[in-house]
């Protein structure tokens, strides 16, 4: 189990500016990388189209999948908003949770978007440290 999930500040922005766009809906997307990095983040349409859950549109998913796998990534984690709370998984995220992946979860608490990560298996939540680098640490 991850005990952080890592990304760069403009991953982290982008994340952001997909949230804000799709509220007060929820929005969802994946975070693909290695070794728990996240590189890339992949807004998919919520299609529920509700501001109190989520659900990835499937053709999208698809999609989302087979470009990481081309890029030789794996799904490091999954994130989505809640415009108007909890700042923590709900008990439907809990029990609809499909990939023991890192969760970032966005709250919008007075006007500022806050993102925090959790790891939920079996029905456990665990909140786990988001870190955020800077882009010269990236290279390998
Ligand atoms: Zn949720």
Known sequence: ????????????????RHVNRRAPQEACGLLAGNNGRV?????????EQSA???????????????????????LVGIYHSH???????????????????AQIIWVRVDGEWRARCFQIEGGKVAEITLELITASCINT
Do not use: C
């Open 1 to 16: 189990m991850a005990e952080k999930l890592m990304l760069r500040r403009t991953t982290w922005q982008a994340m952001r």
């Open 39 to 47: 590189e890339i983040s992949l807004g998919i349409r919520n299609a």
């Open 52 to 74: 109190v859950r989520f659900r990835m549109e499937a053709r999208a998913q698809w999609r989302a999948f087979e470009r990481i796998e081309a890029a030789g990534m794996e």
């Open 83 to 101: 415009p108007n709370g909890p700042d923590h998984p709900s008990p439907t995220d809990i029990a609809e949770s499909m990939y023991p992946v």
